[in-house]
């Protein structure tokens, strides 16, 4: 069993910058692809970033690309999402997910195992 912890939203002005920690639990992080997702009200859940088990693959949506940065620490079970130039439409709720079944990174949150409970995030214009 993983658990997962998100912290670090927040509400923020368009340009602004917010850096998300997602806390795992347990010794198999490492073993872990992790990814973040989002919800906004009335959406479905998307797809954000994925990192592989190291660190070596990663994967972003287009509409984040150049401005978020997702990174892990395994030694702290730790997957972090440095988001930068915000804008009002990431505002959402923000999902981490752990996948300890799939061997590289997924953007297909079917393919993830655990979820956090989310963090708001909200960008004023």
């Known amino acids: 069993q993983v658990q997962l912890v998100e912290s670090g939203g927040g509400l923020v002005q368009a340009g602004g910058s917010l850096r998300l920690s997602c806390a795992a639990s347990?010794?198999?992080?490492?073993?872990?692809?992790m990814g973040w997702f989002r919800q906004a009200p009335g959406n479905e859940r998307e797809f954000v970033a994925t990192?592989?088990?190291?660190?070596?693959?990663?994967s972003y949506v287009d509409s984040v690309k150049g401005r978020f940065t997702i990174s892990r620490d395994n030694a702290k079970s730790t997957v972090y999402l440095q988001m930068n130039n915000l804008k009002p439409e990431d505002t959402a709720v923000y999902y981490c997910?752990?996948?300890?079944?799939?061997?590289?990174?997924?953007?297909?949150?079917?393919?993830?195992?655990?979820w956090g409970q989310g963090t708001q995030v909200t960008v004023s214009s």
């Open positions: 997910a752990a996948s300890r079944t799939v061997g590289r990174t997924t953007k297909v949150a079917a393919e993830y195992d655990y």
């Open positions: 347990g010794r198999t992080f490492s073993n872990s692809v």
């Open positions: 990192i592989s088990r190291f660190g070596g693959s990663i």
